[in-house]
């Protein structure tokens, strides 16, 4: 009995079952509560089986049915609670069958399940699993029918019975059964949920004339006359680092999915796009042919609503994986379907589909649906501000403008255009592309003013109010075209009284030294502050010329503090 009392309890921390319901289900302490049907036989008999284990042993003597020889326990039972019954049962010759199950205790079995499990000589532990729904009553049973003609001078003995409600433990609130979170994880329960932890990346600064969005944070969405969902499907507001800024779309079966509604307003003119950019994120496992759809659905006559086309693209789930941002640009003319018509765009869907057999996918996350032009000409060039932000680029899909430069031997593989309006004689520029170059003049007839094959310029002796041209590149050599960091600062910190050009600075950038040579101004004093604000030197020439050593500095911008007399010029400087 130790032996089978502990098994039990290794199935009630395994399995996840509550506690016992059955009282005396070893007979151990006789007959009650015991009770049933004695009609053609004796249901209840306790006896030792000469081991000193107590078994009931019901004797069937002459019952032509099988409720007629009868041994239960009345219970509490819950309709649709899960139940595992197990005993062990035998017969003292030749073969016996008996019905077991679970029901209330009046009427048949009401739908009950019910077992018929096939007794030999020996002993055998049978265990069942299964939901009671019959309604919830105070008047249940656990019982085990045994009469019949076929049974008719048999003894059939059974021992160590168990009723146990199944406990759902991936649904319990607590940390158990090896989760590794409440609820989820481990090798029991389901893989927990793991939303991005970070935002999609920052779509890049475009001409508002050169995007439609769909969905994004960076730029003005299409108004839409609805957004749906079709199939079992949830479709919701997600915030990852800022309020909302993401979708969350989630389906019950494959083929399912969300779309934006354009019918009775304005559909999407795109025509004269060339590009889709989506940004998604997949939670979960993939599998093979699981696939993220994107449908633009085309009422090539609309308003009357006669006909349409479905443009679509597909990406493979499997291949791109599963726990991080994939960002997709995707040429237009590449979707499938035919013809494609694009200049009445209705409906724009995500869909989440898979083979036959294949789970679902998801849920996947989503930022940045939009269709976008690529500013890879002077003449597209894109407004930037020239105020010190930070702004995000892209060269994807951005195509060789054909613009040579002196900084640019290797040739160019993609390059995208931005325009800037000085507002004094010098700008300084940062970027984390690898090549940059600055013109003058007008698209078709530029002049180079300034190029680095690095990520720092500082231009000089330009006009204030005058247009310039800046082209951010990839350094020909194979570099993948990818997204880049642009930010442009403009007039200097200047006090009037003293006139930079009284000033000449050279090299700069430099990799060494700055030397400094003032026309007529004594310089008294030299402080240079890192991009922080924090001094890093400290001069005092007292004449009007210099020499800045920067062989200590780290690669950056500088700003140098220049004094004479009651005059102060701070000017930016470049260590490469």
């Avoid at 889709?276 to 496992?285: A, N, R």
Wanted: with cysteine.
């Amino acid at each position: 009995m130790k032996k089978i009392t502990f098994f039990i309890a290794l199935l009630t921390i395994s399995l996840g079952f509550s506690q016992e319901l059955v009282t005396n289900g070893d007979f151990e302490a006789g007959s009650a509560p015991w009770g049933g049907n004695s009609d053609g036989g004796t249901n209840i008999n306790v006896i030792d089986d000469g081991t000193g284990n107590f078994v009931n042993a019901a004797i069937i003597v002459n019952a032509a049915d099988t409720w007629r020889v009868n041994l239960q326990q009345v219970l509490d039972l819950t309709q649709g609670q899960g139940y595992e019954l197990s005993y062990d049962a035998y017969v003292d010759a030749g073969t016996a069958t008996m019905i077991a199950g679970i029901s209330e205790n009046f009427g048949g079995f009401g739908g009950a399940p019910t077992f018929n499990p096939a007794l030999t000589t020996t002993s055998q532990t049978f265990t069942h699993t299964m939901t009671f729904n019959n309604a919830s009553t105070t008047n249940g049973r656990v019982f085990f029918d045994m009469g019949g003609t076929a049974n008719s001078g048999k003894t059939i003995y059974i021992d160590n019975v168990s009723l146990t409600e199944i406990v759902d433990l991936c649904n319990d609130g607590i940390l158990n059964n090896g989760e590794t979170e409440i609820d989820c994880g481990g090798p029991n329960c389901d893989a927990c949920p793991s939303p991005p932890s970070t935002a999609a990346p920052l779509a890049p600064i475009r001409n508002p004339s050169d995007v439609i969005s769909v969905f994004s944070d960076e730029y003005t969405d299409a108004v839409p006359s609805g957004v749906e969902t079709f199939g079992p499907t949830t479709f919701e507001n997600f915030t990852v680092e800022n309020p909302d800024d993401t979708r969350r779309l989630s389906v019950g079966a494959n083929g399912q999915g969300m779309q934006y509604l354009y019918l009775g307003g304005t559909p999407l003119d795109l025509s004269g796009f060339d590009k889709m950019h989506f940004d998604f994120y997949i939670e979960g496992d993939v599998a093979a042919s699981q696939e993220i759809q994107v449908f633009l659905i085309d009422f090539n006559q609309y308003p009357s609503g006669a006909g349409n086309t479905s443009l679509f693209t597909n990406f493979d789930a499997n291949a791109i994986g599963s726990g991080v941002w994939y960002s997709a640009d995707i040429d237009l003319d590449s979707f499938n379907g035919t013809p494609l018509t694009r200049n009445n765009i209705a409906l724009v869907q995500v869909i989440l589909q898979g083979g036959a057999g294949a789970p679902t996918l998801g849920p996947i996350y989503f930022d940045n649906l939009y269709f976008y032009n690529v500013n890879d000409s002077c003449a597209e060039a894109t407004p930037i501000p020239l105020d010190g932000s930070t702004i995000e680029i892209s060269n994807v899909g951005a195509t060789d403008s054909g613009q040579t430069t002196s900084c640019d031997p290797m040739g160019v593989i993609s390059d995208v255009w931005y325009s800037v309006v000085a507002d004094s004689d010098e700008f300084y520029l940062e970027t984390t592309a690898p090549n940059v170059a600055i013109f003058s003049g007008a698209c078709g007839s530029l002049t180079e003013v300034a190029c680095n094959p690095g990520t720092n310029v500082a231009v000089t002796g330009i006009t204030s109010g005058n247009t310039y041209y800046v082209r951010v590149t990839d350094d020909g050599t194979g570099r993948a075209p990818g997204p880049f960091t642009l930010k442009i600062s403009g007039a200097s910190l200047s006090n009037t009284d003293f006139n930079a050009n009284q000033f000449k600075i050279y090299p700069n950038p430099t990799i060494d030294v700055w030397n400094i040579e003032a026309s007529s101004s004594v310089i008294d004093t030299i402080e240079i502050f890192d991009i922080l604000g924090k001094k890093v030197q400290t001069l005092s020439p007292n004449n009007l010329q210099a020499t800045i050593h920067a062989s200590s500095l780290k690669t950056g911008l500088y700003l140098a503090k220049f004094y004479s007399g009651d005059a102060v010029k701070t000017i930016r400087l470049v260590k490469n």
